[in-house]
């Protein structure tokens, strides 16, 4: 019955237009009627207690990192490097779209930050060369949700703040796996660019590489920065964004030369914006979250997947369906401040590792980000590209498929994550 007091109340929130955060709000209200506990201080001090964290700090900062790479001209020089190494073979610029995205996902940890860098540099450069415009923004679009995979991560932030799991061990155990998805892009966009009449870009001179790695080499330098600081116990990974934030701030500004300060101005402001909207939406969840524990939602989900529990890799199959489904209608922040606090336990019960689950729940959602209809990946590269959402769905699917295929090699082999996290880890 609990169950679905929960499942209704968030539903019906939802399918009258109510805001995410407002609908678990509104959840939590209905959770605590049904357990008779209904208390408004109670409601207020776990909204106010579920924003006090100093992990979650982290937040704001790399949302700061990710507004200020794409405003200062980080993101171009890497860009521009990735073209003087691959742009000259056959589909280069593909290639340039999927190493570019690897590299600022460790600048950024945010996907729409990448989508907007990428779809606005890389998509009329791609059309320009001869490529299918669809194809073209469903690979831009597809590779940035890379973003939310190789530390540092948002998601992984947002996940281990709500599951109680260590940050810094998901951050280690996201980067093979997320280079991992940028292989299966590279494969699939390979095949897919084989027969096509494309103008090849002249390969680039040996000074010209040169140029392009020293100009980008303070861009570069961020992401060793932070996973080495990270694996080496140098800063948590709260401080590893303030040094992300500070770092991005002196390159744009005293490096580059691309920020002045009135920009800066309007960097903050937008952050800040949507820090607010995240953390708002982490304060309500973890209300939810509360509440679920105190009528343990987790042992009757439990006890409904018990024909799954002796089989680890069928649960997990059947965990990651549930969430491909409701990555197509639900943002991944909601997704996973809702299904985390459920679905932990039940694997832990299983005999599955969390770190494991949860590196495979993120890229999950980070693949619902280019889902039809809610995909808010989908959404910025039409935006930035000029580009009609048809248009963009169209592109991505083959590349959305490929995405799947890895992810269901790592359910079949759990040692493809496992064991580079455990290195990585040491």
């Known amino acids: 019955m609990t169950i679905l007091v929960f499942i209704t109340a968030l539903l019906a929130a939802m399918a009258i237009g109510m805001p995410i955060a407002y609908a678990l709000l509104i959840c939590g209200v209905a959770l605590m009627v049904q357990l008779a506990m209904f208390d408004p201080q109670i409601l207020a001090q776990n909204l106010v207690g579920g924003t006090d964290s100093f992990t979650l700090l982290a937040v704001p900062f790399f949302m700061l990192a990710g507004e200020v790479m794409n405003a200062g001209g980080l993101s171009k020089r890497i860009v521009a490097l990735a073209l003087t190494l691959v742009g000259h073979v056959r589909g280069g610029l593909g290639y340039v779209a999927i190493i570019a995205a690897c590299v600022l996902s460790a600048l950024s940890g945010s996907a729409v930050a990448d989508a907007a860098a990428l779809g606005a540099l890389l998509v009329p450069m791609m059309v320009k060369a001869g490529h299918d415009k669809a194809r073209s923004a469903g690979l831009v679009a597809s590779a940035s949700v890379i973003g939310p995979i190789i530390p540092p991560s948002i998601a992984f932030i947002l996940f281990g703040v709500t599951a109680n799991l260590s940050i810094s061990k998901l951050f280690m155990a996201g980067i093979a796996p997320g280079l991992m998805i940028g292989m299966g892009l590279a494969v699939a966009w390979w095949l897919m660019v084989r027969k096509e009449q494309i103008e090849l870009r002249p390969r680039a001179s040996g000074a010209e590489r040169l140029k392009a790695l020293r100009e980008s080499l303070w861009a570069l ?23 992300a934030a500070v770092y991005s701030i ?6 580059y030369s691309e920020l002045g300060l009135s ?25 939810s979250a509360w509440l679920i524990t105190i009528a343990d939602l987790p042992g009757q989900v439990i006890e409904l997947l018990s024909p799954f529990m002796d089989s680890p890799k069928l649960l997990m199959l059947a965990i990651m369906i549930l969430v491909v489904i409701v990555g197509t209608a639900m943002d991944m922040a909601p997704t996973i401040l809702i299904l985390a606090p459920v679905l932990v336990p039940v694997v832990q019960a299983a005999g599955i590792d969390p770190i494991y689950f949860g590196v495979l729940f993120i890229i999950n959602n980070s693949i619902g980000l280019v889902t039809p209809p809610v995909g808010t990946v989908l959404n910025v590269v039409a935006g930035v590209s000029r580009l009609n959402m048809e248009t963009v769905i169209r592109g991505v699917t083959p590349f959305m498929v490929a995405q799947l295929v890895v992810l269901g090699l790592m359910i079949a082999f759990p040692e493809l994550v496992t064991w580079p996290a455990a290195w990585l880890g040491r």
């Open 263 to 287: 920009q800066l101005y309007a960097v903050f402001v937008s952050s800040a914006k949507v820090t607010s909207v995240v953390i708002f939406l982490v304060a309500t969840a973890l209300v």
């Open 221 to 243: 330098g961020l992401p060793v920065i932070i996973i080495f600081g990270l694996k080496f116990g140098l800063f948590t990974p709260t401080e590893a964004a303030v040094v």
């Open 250 to 255: 002196f390159v744009a500004t005293c490096i």
